[in-house]
């Protein structure tokens, strides 16, 4: 009967290492998604490429832009509620050519601000 023992052994084991993950898994302290977002803006300010994008629209707190890269077109919409202090009175005034910034190995991940860098071009 060792050979039972042993199995006994190994399945209390693997419930008490589920139980240890489940129990981190609900109580690890949450990471809000304001956070989770601003993370996002730095690395890819940080890591990504600069390309040639144009602002199509500024709709409630999002900068809507186009950009193309590789041949390929697209069009996002980045939500600046957070970065409100770096944008222009004139919000209209974004329209218009821009800089972009993406995730060189998932170019759809983009931006044209974060803290640390602007891709709004100034107007007079």
Do not use: H
Request: charged residues 25%.
């Amino acid at each position: 009967m060792p050979f039972a023992r042993e199995v006994v052994g190994i399945a209390l084991a693997l419930v008490a290492l589920a139980g240890g993950y489940l129990i981190w898994r609900f109580m690890r302290p949450r990471v809000a998604p304001e956070e989770l977002e601003r993370r996002r803006r730095l690395t890819i300010n940080g890591k990504g490429k600069l390309g040639d994008g144009e602002i199509i629209d500024f709709e409630g707190a999002s900068i809507v832009y186009s950009y193309s890269v590789a041949g390929v077109g697209y069009t996002a919409a980045q939500d600046v509620m957070t970065l409100e202090a770096l944008l222009p009175e004139d919000q209209m005034s974004m329209i218009g050519p821009a800089l972009v910034k993406f995730d060189p190995r998932n170019p759809a991940n983009s931006i044209v601000l974060c803290e640390d860098w602007s891709g709004l071009r100034r107007r007079s």
